[in-house]
């Protein structure tokens, strides 16, 4: 049995030989950029992974593969369905690219409510498989909750990230059109791939109806045309295969693999430490301050210390607020920086469950590009300036059309020349759009730490309870409504809609229970990610969100990190950490 690692305190190496100036723990979207911006800054920073090494280009086993070159043709097998019916939910997961995703046996959880955590240990984390979709907040969403009285006030506005924002997007690459947008700012934009014919269509049809709903290109995290700095990163332009989970080998997409990661190892001042679970954060009571991390080897249960100046806890939002919840001392007995006791609540998520599509005639003669990666965006249009529905909140729908590659179903015969032909004609176009909707922080909707139940490595299982509520069920009739209505509009037949009624949790965009304000009473964090009790604690993932709003949240992550940053170093300079 593995020994409780609560009552080991083992430092290899000596204090010495484990001390940084910085330690960041994670890898991902966030975690890289806090590595990134550390690193660049002179300051000899630590990552800590819990999962495996993986290495861009390297460590992508299947990036250019056929699929007759895979084993099951990049279908996933009954026993690997058995065996993981929680992670094999997870959107992109196949034979192609399972190995960027965790087994459930190896990392339980407990569900006091459904909820499906989704998750990827490896160095980059999540950063290998995500959407890649990077639209701007605007004050809408920063203010929205206080405006309306369902949520916190932020301490921060648009303009206080907008020049971080840009900082982020010229580094990564984000492809996108200036719009003009009030709901979705614009930003330092690549080229975009351009709409298809009847993308075009309906964004034609969108406006001249309403006059006020967009249906705007993709602003995506893809390097439609590199510029030098994508160049000097070692990445190229994005192929359009649409293969993206399975790690780009041209580094056409933004990972912290192919672009944050390297940049901060070309420095000399990066260590990344695979294999590291963190067990907690170290305060110092007399110096009143975290000291450092406890972290234990994923293979050999030793249990290490290392300490560093500042501290970024970067983890993925659920994770990170396990790690603070097991941050006990004399002087935090309920978790690390918790005097309000709010740590854990108030966790949030993305409301994914609306789905629709339908046909169109006509436009025959017109074929897509590629595979495109991205999808177009209908901008939020709901409860902007005031209320003007039945709930609070706002949504961002995700739409798009595409023609079949072939239709061999228009031939009665399904196999030999005929079919063949068939095959080679183009199908009919099918329209699509999906819901991205902003659900409201409760305290209700938390995690804690189980009392009774540890993991193999004697840290306590983080238990979910978050569930839906009658905001989100109107929330989400209004999508199907509305959305309906427009594509009818636009021509679009035989419209199907589908609740999922998926648990949260799918979306993989859970937010809070750390979240920032301007009072410490109500909040755990200040303007400048920094925890109120403990001020060279940084965390700047998804645990930070004071609500989701509609947009997408990696590039807020990687935006408020590198602001973060900016600041723990300016103060570090000054003495104050």
């Not at 009847?198 to 006059?211: A, C, I, M, N, R």
């Not at 009392?451 to 309870?465: A, C, E, F, R, Y």
């Amino acid at each position: 049995m593995p020994r409780d690692s609560s009552t080991v305190n083992i430092n290899s190496g000596g204090i010495t030989k484990n001390t940084f100036d910085a330690i960041v723990i994670g890898s991902g979207i966030s975690g890289g950029w806090a590595a990134k911006e550390l690193c660049e800054k002179g300051l000899k920073t630590l990552v800590l992974e819990r999962g495996r090494n993986v290495e861009h280009n390297k460590d992508y086993p299947t990036a250019t593969k056929d699929p007759w070159e895979l084993k099951h043709r990049g279908r996933i097998t009954k026993e690997t369905l058995e065996q993981n019916p929680l992670i094999s939910k997870a959107a992109g997961y196949g034979e192609d690219d399972q190995h960027f995703f965790v087994k459930d046996k190896d990392h339980p959880y407990v569900q006091e409510k459904p909820f499906d955590w989704i998750r990827g240990y490896q160095v980059g984390g999540k950063s290998l498989t995500w959407g890649r979709a990077t639209q701007r907040w605007s004050d809408f969403e920063f203010t929205g909750p206080q405006r309306f009285g369902y949520g916190w006030d932020w301490p921060i506005r648009y303009a206080d990230v907008a020049p971080w924002y840009s900082h982020v997007e010229k580094f990564i690459g984000i492809c996108g059109n200036k719009d003009g947008l009030e709901a979705m700012p614009d930003g330092e934009f690549l080229t975009p791939f351009d709409l298809n014919v009847v993308e075009q269509h309906l964004k034609d049809s969108f406006l001249t109806t309403y006059g006020n709903r967009y249906l705007v290109h993709a602003r995506w995290a893809h390097l439609t045309k590199p510029n030098q700095i994508h160049l000097d990163q070692g990445r190229a332009q994005c192929q359009a295969r649409n293969l993206c989970m399975r790690g780009c080998p041209f580094g056409g997409y933004f990972s912290s693999n192919s672009s944050t990661l390297p940049w901060a190892s070309k420095t000399g001042n990066l260590t990344i430490r695979p294999f590291a679970v963190v067990h907690s954060v170290i305060y110092d009571d007399k110096l009143q301050k975290a000291s450092g991390v406890r972290v234990i080897d994923a293979v050999t249960n030793e249990t290490t210390e290392y300490f560093a100046k500042i501290i970024f806890v970067n983890g993925s939002a659920l994770n990170s607020n396990l790690v603070l919840l097991n941050s006990t001392s004399s002087r935090f007995p309920n978790g690390l920086g918790n005097d309000s006791g709010i740590l854990g609540k108030y966790v949030c998520f993305h409301n994914y469950r609306g789905w629709m599509n339908g046909t169109i005639d006509g436009f025959e003669d017109r074929y897509v590009y590629g595979r495109n990666p991205t999808d177009a965006i209908i901008a939020n249009y709901r409860n902007l300036h005031k209320i003007d529905t039945d709930f609070v909140g706002g949504f961002t729908t995700f739409a798009g059309a595409y023609r079949e590659r072939g239709d061999g179903n228009r031939c009665p015969e399904q196999i030999g020349a005929a079919y063949k032909e068939a095959m080679t004609e183009a199908g009919p176009w099918h329209v699509y759009a999906y819901l991205q909707g902003e659900t409201i922080p409760k305290e209700i909707n938390h995690v804690r730490l189980s009392k009774d139940k540890k993991d193999q490595w004697g840290i306590p299982l983080l238990v979910t309870s978050v569930g839906y509520d009658d905001n989100d069920e109107r929330l989400l009739k209004d999508f199907f409504i509305q959305t309906e209505e427009m594509l009818a509009k636009a021509g679009v037949k035989n419209i199907t809609h589908s609740d999922s009624k998926q648990a949260p949790g799918l979306d993989i965009h859970e937010m809070g229970g750390c979240r920032m304000g301007n009072d410490a009473a109500t909040s755990m964090l200040d303007k400048w990610n920094a925890l109120h009790h403990c001020k060279n604690v940084f965390v700047t993932d998804g645990a930070c969100m004071t609500s989701t709003g509609n947009q997408s949240p990696s590039i807020l992550y990687m935006t408020l990190t590198a602001r973060a940053v900016n600041h723990a170093v300016e103060e570090l300079k000054k003495g104050n950490l």
